[in-house]
């Protein structure tokens, strides 16, 4: 039998629009094993009425990916998963699934693949690597293709003093809808203001310099068109702020929406939550940290 942990993952962080990514305390286990025949999915935890137990099973799909590229042809499939991450709501569900299947087929198929050519082979199911890199490797990732096809990436630390607050709504956000939502095309203008804040969010981090943060998010290359999908994202940053916050922003394509917080700053999450229950839709609240590790293979 094998088994994994794989975390959930945070993507664009603001202006890093399919690049920046990193990986949450917050975590799926799956386990899987041969059996004599047949696909046997059983799924336990959150939103189990969101994941399909069928070959359409986003970690049966990714395994069998696996199995194709080392021409491993197992009997049957028995697939256990244990889950902690929200479906849908921009907290990389699907990259941590896909995850899930390619380490686990691996594992079942003699480990034949390196943790690169797992990355290339999910980065081709996820259409893009910012969640995919950090579900596998952990941390905060900046991810990029090289001449466009192979996935290259750096982890960047993050400072220990800053806290994630999750704030994840009770209201399912397909990423195909919210990509649905985008320009083809942007103004260089916007362009060059992301490439700005972009820049300043990983030189903030990186000297520590958090002050710079607030402006570092700013992006206009996603979140103003996304905003129309998600009531209340606009009040719920200007109140975020209002109450301390570092930084907010949509995590992924959202629903989900994430505050940067300092430890000490104890009162947050009670204001923020007052705040929050008088908005149209019910959200829920969870203060995590970076996952440092990435998935885990046991
Ligand atoms: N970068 C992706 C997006 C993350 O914003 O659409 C969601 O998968």
């Known amino acids: 039998m094998a088994k994994v942990k794989v975390p959930a993952t945070t993507a664009n ?9 990193m990986a949450l305390e917050l975590y799926n286990t799956v386990e899987a094993e041969i ?44 697939i256990k998963a244990y889950n ?40 081709e199911m996820e259409g893009h690597p910012d969640n995919i890199v950090p579900a596998v490797i952990g941390g905060m990732t900046i991810s990029y293709l090289q001449d466009g096809q192979k996935v290259r990436y750096l982890r960047m630390g993050f400072p220990d003093k800053l806290r994630l607050v999750l704030m994840v709504p009770d209201y399912v956000l397909p990423t195909r809808e919210a990509r649905e939502v985008l320009p083809k095309s942007v103004e260089l203008k916007d362009a060059v203001f992301n490439v700005s804040r972009a820049a300043l969010m990983v030189a903030s981090l990186m ?5 710079h943060l607030q402006f570092a998010v700013q992006d206009k290359l996603h979140q103003p068109y996304r ?3 998600i009531p209340g ?20 394509a ?10 000490d700053n104890r009162n947050f999450i009670d204001r923020i939550r ?9 959200w829920e609240l969870n203060c995590v940290n970076v996952s440092k590790q990435g998935a885990a293979c046991f």
């Open 13 to 21: 962080l603001g202006p890093g629009f399919d690049c920046m990514g």
């Open 227 to 229: 905003e129309k999908l």
């Open 207 to 211: 000297s520590r310099e958090l002050e």
């Open 274 to 282: 007052t705040s929050l229950a008088k908005q149209v839709l019910k």
């Open 254 to 263: 959202g629903s989900t929406l994430i505050a940067l917080i300092d430890e």
């Open 233 to 252: 994202m606009k009040d719920i940053f200007e109140t975020s702020y209002k109450w301390g916050a570092r930084a907010v922003f949509l995590s992924g």
């Open 35 to 78: 059996i004599p025949g047949g696909l046997e999915i059983t799924n336990y935890g959150r939103d189990t009425e969101l994941i399909e137990t069928d070959s359409s099973n986003l970690v049966y799909r990714a395994m069998t990916k696996v199995f194709n590229r080392t021409n491993f042809h197992p009997t049957g499939i028995r």
């Open 84 to 123: 902690e991450i929200p479906v849908a709501r921009g907290l990389g569900s699907s990259a941590a699934s896909t995850a899930a299947g390619l380490l686990l087929g691996n594992q079942l198929s003699g480990n034949r693949l390196d943790i690169d050519t797992l990355i290339e082979l999910g980065t």
